[in-house]
């Protein structure tokens, strides 16, 4: 799986796009923002998640946070924080549900818009 910054080319740029077939990191990245939604994190590091790509072209990590801020970027290039209210990264575990079985077929899915850089999960490079 890769976690990719997209700066431009489309409509909904700029977004974050993490995309892959392996069901394994999309397990552990729903458990992780169910552990942000219920104070077991008090942040997670996805791009450092088992399965993920190590030469991503960004790093993303995400908080908890008292309002959705969404996505922006840290003073380290291509480096964002994400950051959403624990009811937030609850909507966010139950969207990547439908991706923690094996697809045969192209599937995206927004997982979250709050500040403009949308993050979205897909099956391969495409939205």
């Known amino acids: 799986m890769k976690i990719e910054y997209i ?4 409509k909904d740029c700029p977004l974050i796009l ?10 552990s990245l729903r ?3 169910f552990n942000l939604a219920n104070g077991q994190a008090e942040f997670v590091v996805v791009h450092d998640l088992p399965g993920i790509d190590r030469e991503a072209s960004c790093k993303l990590v995400a908080y908890p946070g ?7 970027r840290t003073p380290e290039p291509d480096s964002f924080r994400w950051e959403l ?6 909507n966010v ?4 549900e439908p991706f923690c079985r094996p697809q045969s ?3 995206h899915q927004y997982l979250d818009d709050s500040s403009g850089m949308p993050v979205i999960i897909s099956t391969d490079r495409s939205w």
Request: with cysteine; charged share 20%.
């Open 7 to 10: 700066p431009d080319g489309s």
């Open 18 to 27: 993490i995309h892959g077939p392996d069901v394994n990191v999309i397990i």
């Open 31 to 33: 458990q992780a923002c």
């Open 66 to 72: 008292r309002r959705d801020v969404g996505v922006f």
């Open 85 to 90: 209210t624990a009811t937030s990264w609850l």
């Open 93 to 96: 575990e139950g969207l990547l």
């Open 105 to 107: 077929e192209h599937r």
